[in-house]
């Protein structure tokens, strides 16, 4: 497979994940008291919003990334 191909279809797989999902959720930790002795962590889960035209724009550049590899073969 060329590299173009490859590249166009990762890039349309990025595009319908990111309509799908909305957001990424992640957990972190972070440290909340630390008196020497005495440590305590706390998990906090954060959010990483997707526009839905990041999503859009990916899964059009795959597409006419595909498009165009196939017309130069």
Do not use: C, H, W
Request: aromatic share 6%; hydrophobic share 50%; net charge positive.
């Amino acid at each position: 497979m060329k590299t173009n191909t490859v590249l166009a279809i990762m890039l349309i797989a990025i595009g319908i994940l990111a309509l799908t999902y909305q957001s990424i959720t992640y957990t972190t930790k972070e440290q909340v008291i630390d008196l020497g002795f005495l440590q305590m962590t706390a998990e906090k889960q954060k959010t990483f919003p997707l526009l839905p035209i990041v999503g859009i724009v990916t899964l059009v550049g795959g597409i006419v990334l595909l498009v165009r590899s196939r017309k130069n073969s």
